[in-house]
T-cell receptor
Framework: DAGVIQSPRHEVTEMGQEVTLRCKPI?????LFWYRQTMMRGLELLIY????????DSGMPEDRFSAKMPNASFSTLKIQPSEPRDSAVYFC????????????FGPGTRLTVL | KQEVTQIPAALSVPEGENLVLNCSFT??????LQWFRQDPGKGLTSLLL?????REQTSGRLNASLDKSSGRSTLYIAASQPGDSATYLC?????????????FGTGTRLTVIP
């Protein structure tokens, strides 16, 4: 298994632009999580899905952030418009329904908003 | 809201030394606790998961202990090697039901000097 796949690995954009981050979970994993990691705040959960349905989006910072999971093998996290304070590493993780806490992480997308 | 703290923030030891990393959490009613490893530019890799009913878990040179009543966990690394150099994070679920949102500590950056 290739593990959790994220793209792009690095993204540099200008303030105000739309950014879309992508994630492919491990096959058979029903849970998908989006995290953001910064030096100041560490790792924070943004949103998670179960069977493609958003379960908890309380961590999404504001309306500029949105996430979708159109099918079991793909999810997107979109920021529109982006701001410099959104610069961070965004991780996607997935887990089996039998053990949702045992999450497998992707390599992350390093986002820089200028 | 659960808060997770890790001390020290950084640790440097000579190769071969045994060492202990510390994790504390504010709400002792946890479902389980995990220790992760993060290499620079990489995602997180789960090292050990301790269920609330357990006191410790071992994997090779790693031993993690859990004291729920005091809100503490330790990760013991025996005979450290340069390859152990990484950031180590602990994480606990959001509530006792095993809710799927994980709260992470800010990590301990370990450097093992050859």
């Amino acid at each position: 298994d290739a593990g959790v796949i994220q793209s792009p690995r690095h993204e540099v954009t200008e303030m105000g632009q739309e950014v879309t981050l992508r994630c492919k979970p491990i096959s058979g994993h029903d849970y998908l999580f989006w995290y953001r990691q910064t030096m100041m705040r560490g790792l924070e959960l943004l949103i998670y899905f179960n069977n493609n349905v958003p379960i908890d989006d309380s961590g999404m910072p504001e309306d500029r952030f949105s996430a979708k999971m159109p099918n079991a093998s793909f999810s997107t996290l979109k920021i529109q418009p982006s701001e410099p304070r959104d610069s961070a590493v965004y991780f996607c993780a997935s887990s089996l329904p039998s053990s949702p806490n045992e999450q497998f992480f992707g390599p992350g997308t390093r986002l820089t908003v200028l | 809201k659960q808060e997770v703290t890790q001390i020290p923030a950084a640790l440097s030891v000579p190769e071969g030394e045994n060492l202990v990393l510390n994790c504390s959490f504010t709400d002792s009613a946890i479902y389980n606790l995990q220790w992760f490893r993060q290499d620079p530019g990489k995602g997180l890799t789960s090292l050990l998961l301790i269920q609330s009913s357990q006191r410790e878990q071992t994997s090779g040179r790693l031993n993690a202990s859990l004291d729920k009543s005091s809100g503490r966990s330790t990760l013991y690394i025996a005979a450290s090697q340069p390859g152990d150099s990484a950031t180590y994070l602990c994480a606990v679920p959001g509530d006792q039901t095993g809710a799927n949102n994980l709260f992470f500590g800010t990590g301990t950056r370990l450097t093992v000097i050859p």
